[in-house]
């Protein structure tokens, strides 16, 4: 008796589930994109797994993959997926109906994901369902059809073999290759359509819901000029206004929240006198003000680049809160956005007179999508994590001891002003300068305190007083400079930064947990 190689059939078999998946998550895809792109299986576990997610986890990907973190995350759920496909397609060689069974119930998990998303519909089970019996459909075509090719005695269409010598699972002629192969083409072309119909769809309905970009009202209380000189414009130093096409990005939102601003409301409840709700045009119906604020991460590491500056436009956030009438036993803003993130306030930071904003615009435009269309929070001096809520659609009056927020319930901070920064732009670390004449330069912040001096020193010397750039207001960033004799040899370069109420940056390196980074930012180059 000849054993037909066993290692192909194994393969074939493997291929089955993994062109299953392709179909069932290509079916699921299209329906998404037809119907909410989010409640899609794979955007779906994905987000759920996000919230899973133990913080030290969130804060390693974060710090090691930066802005593409969600890309990595989509990355590994693909893998995990074909795994369990690939193993699925091994076990329907031998337990066909269990496998089906696996598909189907990997379909109903990703049903209980998409369920489980704040402000999710009942009808956002159909595309994970759609999976699971497009999944199940496809793998039983592909199981048939492996049968006949390899194991045709077991075909239950087909005449049980007779005789002693039943031959061996996976043992018998290659009797019906051609059909294995046409019902994985078809499967796989099936796959390729409905997934690259649905991509299409979907950015078809992105450059749409872009093309609408609002155009919102002048500032009743615009921002004065830039002062001159804010912006150094020096090689290799930001501008001072960080375009809102690079600005950073950080939230939990594995899709970017689509609000329509049409039905958009923001909803002012808890510990108020009087309970509001306004419309995206009561809020443009009020006197909007524009101002210069500079935001920052909390997981920026020193020398990082969460840190961007924007010119944001919108209402006075503190009126709204007295419009609403706060008691006197509220010491929480809890804000929660569209996607159900949410994020605790100190009601006395926002009402002590700073410019904290309810934005609807950023640099001049509406707010881009990814930074919180329609609506956001931005409350100067605090990270962003305990500020600025985008996509926000609830404040809640509270206090801190009865209720928590996203991150405050995964061990950081209530409160969280930003630390005093600086960092050195450059020359970049590990640059190689020509010996002579060098400029040293890069930003400091320290929000609504403002920064009242930057030092410089080089491999441990004395501290020399770096120039400041002149700055809107103490809410935003500085830029900063130093001209420098650079000679041959390595350099550490090193800067540390004083705000206006003197204090200096320490020291020692902190890493972000629980509240901030702290440390000086250096740079070692090498002059030639
Ligand atoms: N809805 C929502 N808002 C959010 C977050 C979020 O995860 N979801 N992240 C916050 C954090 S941690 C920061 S630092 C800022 C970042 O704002 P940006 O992405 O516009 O730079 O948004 C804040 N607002
Ligand atoms: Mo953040």
Redesign the pocket.
């Known amino acids: 008796m000849t054993v037909k190689k066993p290692a192909k059939s194994s393969l074939a078999a493997a291929t089955c589930g993994l062109l299953a998946a392709g179909a069932a998550l290509g079916a699921a895809e299209l329906a998404a994109a037809l119907s909410k792109p989010q409640t899609g299986p794979l955007l779906a576990v994905g987000s759920a797994f996000i919230d899973l997610t133990p913080a030290w986890l969130k804060d390693f990907a974060i710090r090691t993959f930066g802005g593409n973190d969600k890309n990595v995350l989509l990355l590994v759920l693909v893998i995990v997926v074909a795994a369990f496909a690939a193993a699925i397609g091994l076990a329907a060689r031998r337990y066909p109906r269990l496998a089906g069974g696996g598909l189907i119930s990997l379909g109903l998990v990703a049903a209980v994901a998409a369920l489980s998303r704040p402000g999710s519909a009942p009808l956002d089970v159909l595309p994970s369902l759609l999976a699971a019996a497009v999944g199940a459909s496809a793998l039983h075509l592909m199981h048939r059809a492996w049968l006949r090719t390899f194991a045709p005695h077991l075909d239950a269409d087909r005449p049980a073999p007779s005789g002693p010598d039943r031959p061996a699972l996976a043992a018998g002629p290659v009797t019906d290759r051609r059909e294995l192969l046409r019902t994985a083409a078809t499967v796989l072309g099936f796959a390729a359509v409905a997934g690259g119909l649905g991509r299409v769809v979907s950015a078809t309905r992105d450059t749409a819901a872009a093309g609408v970009r609002l155009v919102l009202p002048r500032p009743s209380d615009p921002a004065p000029p830039l002062p001159v000189g804010s912006d150094l414009h020096l090689p290799g130093l930001g501008p001072f206004t960080t375009p809102s096409k690079d600005?950073?990005?950080?939230?939990?939102?594995l899709v970017v929240?689509r609000v329509p601003h049409q039905d958009w409301v923001l909803r002012i409840h808890g510990l108020v006198d009087r309970p509001v709700e306004l419309t995206f045009d009561d809020i443009l119906a009020r006197p909007l003000v524009e101002r210069d604020i500079t935001?920052?991460?909390?997981?920026n590491e020193v020398g990082g680049p969460?840190v961007?500056h924007a010119r944001w436009l919108g209402v006075d956030l503190a009126d709204l809160l007295r419009q609403a009438g706060v008691r006197a036993d509220a010491d929480q803003i809890l804000s929660r956005?569209?996607?159900g993130?949410t994020?605790g306030t100190p009601v006395q930071a926002v009402l002590d007179g700073r410019d904290a904003l309810l934005a609807v615009g950023m640099n001049g435009e509406a707010l881009p999508p990814?930074?919180?269309f329609p609506a956001?929070?931005i409350v100067p001096g605090l990270?962003?994590?305990v500020?600025?809520?985008?996509?926000?659609t609830e404040i809640k009056l509270t206090r801190f001891a009865d209720e928590r927020a996203?991150?405050t319930s995964r061990g950081w901070a209530e409160h969280a002003p930003v630390k005093t920064a600086s960092r050195i732009e450059m020359p970049k670390p590990f640059a190689r300068l020509a010996a002579g004449p060098a400029t040293i330069a890069g930003t400091a912040w320290a929000q609504h305190r403002g920064v009242a001096a930057v030092e410089v020193r080089v491999d441990g010397g004395p501290w020399r007083q770096a120039r400041l750039a002149p700055s809107p207001n103490p809410d935003t960033w500085r830029q900063w400079h130093l001209d420098w004799q650079a000679t041959p040899g390595d350099h550490r370069l090193e800067v540390r930064a004083t705000d206006a109420v003197g204090h200096t940056q320490p020291q020692p390196r902190v890493a972000p947990f629980p509240d901030g980074a702290t440390g000086w930012h250096s740079v070692l180059v090498t002059v030639l």
């Open positions: 600005f950073y990005r950080v939230d939990t939102a929240p935001m920052t991460c909390v997981s969460y961007g956005s569209a996607d993130w994020c990814a930074h919180g956001r929070m990270y962003g994590y500020s600025a809520t985008k996509w926000v996203y991150w």
